[in-house]
């Protein structure tokens, strides 16, 4: 080749660099922060997980038997404990969904080779052999250092049979139930935080109208009790009703309209609510892989509608209770993508990708901006099924990019909640408009001031200006969770595409520096 060849090849090199570069080119935002700002607790209920009789979520997912080659402790998966005690998961949802309206937990207690097999109508049909009951949910919960959420059958079960199933697990006296209890190895009384009175009662849980089910809520509240000492008082055992999951106020209406006239007979402390995002609809659901960024878009824009849908229903708990003694607990949220090809459709099963833990934030942070009501949400679900933080095959485990969100947002439990104020502007993708920047910042409680910061362009970096006033900090680190494309995901044989890396930031006389990658979720601590 000639030498002006080469000097050709040079120049378009240059051309190609510069506009790869101007492609690329950086956006700017500017954060204001006033540390000094006490705002309400980020409750770290809002990191609640959820693991209902679904699928491959507690059967194989959690419970192996202890006769497993799969390593465990009594029949319980060790390396999905070992992940989710590093979450530090607040509480675990259970048995269900709309299975806990068909559960009777008697056929969950006993001897494992005398528990009745039954049928799992709600999830395929499939044999249910029992042999993960109230034990070893119990035990599973003390494994992981979580606190219990069990929702009772309010469809096909009695206030009698709810009350029997919370004496045998709370009650430290010597009744029948607690002996029987102690029988099947556990004397001590088991603690209980939170009650769900039934499940989506509108529709699998009974397909009940809201004045029916505030008759049954009343009787339920009314005599299902925790006998618990240790939960008497202000520790006492919170109760849940059902909720709404569209965002029509109807059914809010009636239930907190009913709970403002209750006396002293009955009572309940959170009203549920899920909404899940599902950008095209439950007939056209999208795929949890190999999509690209209009997918992408759809679902960040869909899933910020939770903001909406929360301000709705808090109007109308204002409404009636004005002090938020009530607390609104999301207790299913999360993308729900079609089933994988050829997995069980009845096992929702789907890959979770960046797209998702961009997601997860969005949610999260809209629950922290709620948190003076939202104190309280359980993601659907936790391993195996919808937008799960752990995949397992057989003896294999991959922790997903959600997992990495809900790692990267421990500190924000139970931590103050700070304002920040920004402005980034917007990305749009065809008719798709979303905010470029998504902020949230909150204080724990050894005085760190915690930032988060999610860049939802795919394209383009953010450079990040934030002016930190109210108190001055020594030094920030921080790591982000990032990844070549919307579709990346960690699979059993790549199990670190996704993964949180280290992130420079630079703070000099107030004010922090840094750049947020495409796409990414970013989490920076500042040191007093
Ligand atoms: O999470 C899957 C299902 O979605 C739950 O069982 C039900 O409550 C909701 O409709």
Redesign the pocket.
């Known amino acids: 080749m000639k030498f002006g060849g080469v000097r050709f090849i040079l120049r378009i090199s240059l051309l190609l660099l510069v506009s790869t570069a101007t492609l690329m080119a950086a956006e700017t935002a500017h954060l204001t922060i006033d540390a000094s700002k006490t705002g309400v607790k980020i409750d770290r209920n809002l990191f609640g997980q ?1 693991a ?1 009789n ?1 699928g491959h979520g507690l059967y194989e997912g959690i419970w192996v038997g202890p006769d497993s080659p799969i390593l465990n402790t009594r029949g319980i998966r060790n390396d999905v404990v070992t992940a989710l005690r590093a979450l530090k998961v607040p509480n675990i949802r259970w048995p ?4 806990a309206d068909e559960y009777h937990w008697r056929k969950g207690i006993g001897p494992a080779g005398q528990r009745p097999a039954t049928i799992n109508n ?1 999830w395929g049909g499939v044999v249910d052999t029992n042999s993960f009951g109230t034990d070893e949910f119990m035990d599973f919960i003390q494994q992981i250092g979580s606190q219990a959420y069990v929702s009772v059958n309010v469809g096909s079960g009695t206030p009698q049979e709810a009350a029997e199933w919370m004496e045998y697990m709370t009650d430290a006296q010597p009744t029948a139930l607690a002996k029987e209890r102690a029988a099947n190895g556990h004397p001590d009384a088991y603690k209980v935080g939170f009650l769900g009175i039934g ?2 009662s509108w529709s ?1 849980g009974g397909d009940m109208t809201a004045e029916y089910y505030l008759s049954q809520l009343k009787i339920y509240t009314r005599f299902v009790g925790n006998d618990n000492p240790a939960q008497q008082g202000p520790n006492h055992m919170l109760k849940i009703a059902v909720g709404p999951g569209f965002p029509e106020t109807e059914w809010t209406e009636t239930v907190m309209k009913g709970w403002q006239l209750h006396d002293w007979s009955w009572n309940f402390d959170g009203l549920s609510l ?1 909404w899940y995002t599902v950008p095209n609809g439950w007939e056209n659901k999208t795929p949890s892989l190999g999509f690209g960024v209009e997918d992408y878009v759809k679902t960040l824009k869909s899933t910020l509608f939770m903001e909406e849908f929360l301000r709705k229903q808090e109007t109308v708990m204002d409404k009636y209770d004005p002090q938020k003694k009530i607390a609104l607990v999301v207790d ?1 949220w999360g993308a729900w993508h079609a089933p994988l090809p050829g997995s069980n459709p009845s096992f ?1 099963v789907q890959q979770n990708s960046l797209r998702d833990a961009i997601l997860a934030t969005l949610n999260l942070n809209i629950f922290a901006r709620h948190a003076d009501r939202v104190r309280m949400a359980n993601i ?2 936790m391993i195996n099924v ?1 937008q799960a933080m752990i995949l397992t095959d057989k003896e294999k485990m991959v922790l997903t990019p959600t997992y990495y969100v809900f790692k990267m947002y421990v500190p924000f439990q139970d931590a103050t909640f700070v304002p920040v104020s920004f402005d980034a502007g917007t990305y749009t993708q065809g008719k798709v408009t979303l905010p470029r920047v998504d902020a949230i910042a909150a204080r724990d409680a050894s005085g760190k001031l915690w930032l988060e910061i999610t860049n939802l362009d795919p394209e383009k970096p953010v450079e990040i200006d934030a002016e930190i006033a109210g108190m001055t900090f020594k030094s920030a680190k921080g790591e982000t969770l990032t990844a070549p494309a919307v579709d990346s995901v960690n699979t059993f044989a790549a199990p670190n595409a996704v993964v949180p890396k280290p992130v420079f930031a630079s703070l000099k006389g107030g004010r922090l520096a840094l750049t947020v990658e495409p796409k990414s979720v970013t989490v920076i601590s500042l040191e007093p």
């Open positions: 959820f209902e679904l269900g969904g709309c299975f709600s499940n989506e699998c899920h299913e929702l659907a679900q919808l």
